[in-house]
């Protein structure tokens, strides 16, 4: 039996779990002393709240080796295959993690690590097909071959609200985020080849809005897409944004997820941004 696992920077719409089968190893969020597993014992919610109580950002860690281990035996059975797909190594060790645990377990089960190059919905979206692929009957190579082929052409185009965050994660320089927030620019971050970068600065929270389609038009065109909007916490944002981009994409099908804790605690609330899937034609 094929196993699908992703980890906890994947975002799933809630349906799909159990819809396509997608097993989720949770990230370990630690707020000082105290270890959670998202989305087992912190949601989203509560976890906002700690951070408004605590003024503090959270540290997020991949799940270890042993962790994975002990979750792929308990999600297979002897001589399944598990497809495990990770956010992108060039900002995680879950990969890592995985390849090490696929090693152990060589001879009990066939775990299959790749590196989506990819986050958020981008990783749900690619765990989506390869599911319908394998209820389609293609074999495991088949739906790895698809995989490796579309992973570099995912896009995810994200406008940051503060970078607050940012800058308590030590994802971006103090100095940068005092400015930005001296001169009330939004950032955009752009999730492409596998790195996470700060592409721009707009001065509007609007022409930040605006921008992230006009950078998804540029590289897509008429294209056909998964069109999907994420939010973390602003999900009267990510409306407005799907609404304005399903008149600018050639969409098959739109959809709207919240951010993962392990992402939201990097980018913060208010983040809100689209991600371009390749639709096969």
């Not at 919905?121 to 074999?139: N, T």
Request: proline share 4%.
């Amino acid at each position: 039996m094929l196993r699908i696992v992703t980890d906890g920077a994947a975002d799933i719409l809630p349906e799909w779990k159990t819809e396509y089968g997608i097993d989720v190893i949770p990230v370990n969020i630690l707020f000082g002393e105290k270890s959670y597993l998202q989305g087992v014992d912190l949601t989203n919610e509560g976890f906002y709240k700690l951070v408004e109580e605590t003024k503090r950002i959270p540290k997020t860690s991949q799940p270890s080796p042993y962790q994975f281990v002990e979750f792929y035996r308990k999600i297979a059975q002897k001589g399944d295959t598990v497809i495990s797909l990770h956010v992108t190594s060039k900002v995680s060790g879950t990969y890592a993690s995985s390849v090490s645990a696929a090693e152990e377990l060589k001879g009990e089960i066939n775990v299959i690590p790749i590196d989506s190059a990819c986050g958020s919905l981008g990783i749900g979206l690619m765990c989506r097909e390869a599911r319908k692929m394998d209820k389609a009957g293609k074999s495991v190579d088949e739906i790895v071959k698809y995989i490796e082929s579309i992973k570099y052409n995912v896009r995810v185009i994200l406008t940051l609200d503060t970078l607050e965050y940012a800058k308590m994660s030590g994802r971006v320089k103090t100095l940068q985020a005092a400015l930005a927030s001296i001169l009330n620019v939004k950032p955009i971050a752009i999730l492409r080849n596998g790195d996470l970068s700060m592409a721009e600065r707009v001065r509007t929270r609007k022409a930040a809005l605006d921008r992230v389609i006009e950078i998804g038009r540029l590289e897509y065109g008429t294209k056909p897409v998964y069109l999907a909007v994420v939010h973390a916490r602003d999900i009267k944002s990510g409306q407005s944004l799907l609404e304005d981009a399903k008149k600018q994409f050639n969409h098959k099908e739109t959809m709207i997820s919240e951010l993962s804790i392990s992402i939201a605690a990097n980018l913060g609330p208010g983040t809100v941004g689209l991600i371009l899937f390749p639709v096969a034609e």
